[in-house]
């Protein structure tokens, strides 16, 4: 298989099931990028908590 091919059928595989690949070239760089990633999911859920916080003690529960 042709390295354009595989990477097509990466890209849709990725696209069809939800599930992004990330390529990382050594240990380093794979443990910056899952720390980024995990870091920027952390505030993201942080961020729907307290919306949900704030909208429960404005309606009162």
């Known amino acids: 298989m042709k390295a354009h091919a595989a ?9 069809r099931y939800r599930v992004p690949f ?3 070239g050594n240990r380093a760089a794979a443990e910056y ?3 980024s990633l995990l870091e920027k ?3 993201e859920i ?3 908590f ?3 916080n704030k909208a429960q003690k404005a309606n009162g529960a």
């Open 7 to 15: 990477l097509q059928s990466i890209f849709a595989f990725q696209v």
């Open 22 to 24: 990330i390529w990382a």
């Open 46 to 48: 942080q961020k729907r």
């Open 50 to 52: 307290e919306m949900v």
């Open 33 to 35: 990028v899952t720390y």
């Open 41 to 43: 999911y952390l505030a």
